[in-house]
């Protein structure tokens, strides 16, 4: 079996057969003499099988191949078949974000023209701004699965191993109009409220001392409105 895959990859450049597909087609061209691909024995999908799939879908996106088989009395083998290479549907993931209420999206508008109205009055308004955030950065070069992409003509087969409990770096960066600050680095694994107050007071405000005016923008992270934090900002 070995050989056969080795000879495989060889000669096509790319990975072989898996040992129960080679099996198969062994027994087939031992009992039949040829590795062409049998007729099934099942009813053949029709068009009138398509609509039923189409329209259980439609009615229901979120439902599972197993709900809509047993709910169209057809095996979930020939659902996905319907879905995948008659439909042509694919199953999208779907993406998590924040509930937002009412009053939420009143607020936003709120801010947008309270913004409007700063640059409208003050010229020197964006100067002003500093936009801040964290980031934590894996040693073992993990990479985040939701954004890491890999293009290709063919199914590449990657995987990452993780490390469990990897050692990790936390950063902190800082950014206005006028500069990009050096970026700092936690000695510490986990950013506390007080690691990240000795941060701004030995580090980053002594760099924005000689600033007359400046607004200070963070995340909403724990450390960020940690009490200690909040009154240094404050006063």
């Not at 099942?42 to 398509?50: F, I, N």
């Not at 003509?153 to 990790?168: F, L, T």
Request: with cysteine; glycine share 4%; hydrophobic share 35%.
């Amino acid at each position: 079996m070995a050989a056969v895959q080795r000879a495989f990859r060889a000669k096509y450049a790319k990975d072989p057969p898996t040992d129960k597909t080679i099996r198969a087609w062994y027994i087939q061209f031992t009992e039949t003499g040829c590795l062409c691909k049998q007729k099934s024995s099942g009813r053949p999908l029709t068009a009138e099988d398509d609509e039923r799939v189409r329209a259980s879908f439609l009615h229901s996106p979120k439902k599972s191949t197993a709900t809509a088989a047993k709910e169209l009395s057809m095996l979930k083998t020939k659902v996905w078949s319907v879905l995948h290479k008659r439909l042509v549907f694919k199953p999208y993931c779907i993406q998590m974000v924040q509930q937002l209420s009412g009053e939420d999206h009143r607020c936003q508008l709120d801010f947008c023209l309270q913004l409007q109205d700063l640059m409208s009055s003050d010229d020197h308004f964006l100067e002003k701004l500093h936009f801040s955030d964290e980031a934590t950065f894996h040693i073992s070069g993990a990479v985040n699965r939701r954004t890491v992409r890999i293009w290709g003509s063919e199914y590449p087969h990657a995987c990452v191993e993780h490390q469990h409990g990897s050692p990790k770096v936390n950063v902190f960066c800082a950014i206005s109009s006028q500069k990009v600050y050096v970026p700092f680095f936690f000695a510490e694994e986990t950013v506390t409220g007080m690691t990240y107050l000795d941060m701004l007071q030995l580090w980053l405000m002594s760099q924005l001392q000689n600033i007359p005016t400046f607004i200070f923008q963070q995340g909403g992270s724990a450390a960020h409105f940690h009490c200690e934090v909040r009154q240094y900002l404050n006063t």
